[in-house]
């Protein structure tokens, strides 16, 4: 499980996130506490629901984008390293 927050929890597999994206291959790899935890607070200022889509797109190939999600988007692209995904936005 990730937490973005006390409010967000977000159910994922570990080989899923680490497969598609370079942020969470290093969270999980053998030099940090992550890859043995089952619970993960990821911290920062980024928008909740807009990471939860990169999450769900990361299990399903869609994510939808329009010019209200669009910035928040990018933003969480930014942070989990996710160059293809910033280049489709």
Do not use: W
């Not at 619970?39 to 980024?46: M, T």
């Not at 990361?58 to 910033?86: C, H, K, M, P, W």
Request: hydrophobic fraction near 40%; proline fraction near 1%; include cysteine.
């Amino acid at each position: 499980e990730l937490s973005t927050s006390s409010q967000y929890v977000i159910r994922a597999h570990k080989i899923v996130l680490s497969c598609c994206s370079p942020y969470f291959e290093k969270m999980f790899g053998e030099h940090f506490s992550e890859k043995d935890q089952t619970f993960v607070y990821i911290g920062g200022e980024f928008d909740h629901i807009a990471f939860e889509q990169i999450i769900i797109f990361f299990y399903t190939g869609i994510l939808e984008i329009d010019s209200y999600n669009a910035i928040e988007l990018l933003q969480v692209a930014d942070i989990l390293l996710l160059e293809q995904t910033r280049s489709s936005l």
